[in-house]
């Protein structure tokens, strides 16, 4: 994911007026976990469309470089270009649904 589309609000008391304080290090320790947990779950996601989009089982996909790959062909589909849900759900095969 390129760096400018990702936007780290903090220290924004018109958002937040009570807290504790970041604390530094702990803040940056807790927001690394989260930031590490909800890319693993985009991924996973992410997985699971690419294996529709390019007609692969998901054991057979992997995740390198912005790019979901097709393990040993030259067959890929980039996390940025991820085709949108469609209106129609029904086109999509179960092992999406709720994506």
């Not at 990702?6 to 604390?23: C, E, F, K, M, W």
């Amino acid at each position: 994911m390129p760096l400018d589309s990702v936007h780290l609000l903090t220290g924004d008391t018109a958002r937040v007026s009570v807290g504790g304080g970041a604390h530094s290090g702990r803040a940056l320790r807790l927001g690394s976990i989260v930031m590490l947990n909800a890319s693993k779950a985009i991924i996973e996601k992410g997985m699971l469309i690419a294996s529709h989009v390019l007609e692969a089982d998901v054991a057979d996909l992997e995740f390198v470089a912005g790019n979901f790959t097709v393990k040993g062909t030259d067959r890929r589909s980039a996390f940025s270009r991820s085709p949108r849900r469609p209106s129609n759900a029904t086109t999509w095969p179960t092992s999406c649904a709720g994506l």
